[in-house]
């Protein structure tokens, strides 16, 4: 069976203790098959050195959601000032910092 990860997930059958090598309903070289199909399938998901610097693929992602959040809160940023914030305004550059600025003329779908 080729492995359907990661567009689903396999279902992959056990064998019981009673279970002979050559069962006709859990046949012990497709069970080989069918797990080496399914390694291979998340060996190309996570590529080579998927971890990183990090020492799990688990700590990666929690680093890179911390830094996510990190960058979405706007102060957090060392080039944005942002001044008597009001309804309506937007951020613009002007030559050396994102500022916030009252856009008077700005409408839906209109030119920025």
Do not use: C
Not at 59 to 76: F, H, M, P, T, Y
């Amino acid at each position: 069976m080729a492995s359907n990860y990661p567009s689903q997930l396999d279902v992959l059958v056990n064998p019981t203790a009673s279970d002979p090598l050559n069962s006709v309903t859990v046949p012990h070289a497709k069970q080989h098959a069918d797990a080496n199909d399914a390694i291979e399938a998340i060996q190309t998901v996570l590529g080579l050195n998927p971890a990183g610097s990090y020492l799990t693929v688990k700590d990666r992602i929690i680093n890179a959601e911390s830094l996510i959040q990190e960058q979405s809160v706007l102060n957090g940023l060392n080039d944005v000032t942002i001044n008597s914030v009001a309804t309506g305004q937007i951020l613009r550059y002007n030559g050396s910092a994102w500022v916030n600025y009252a856009e008077e003329n700005l409408v839906d779908g209109g030119n920025f």
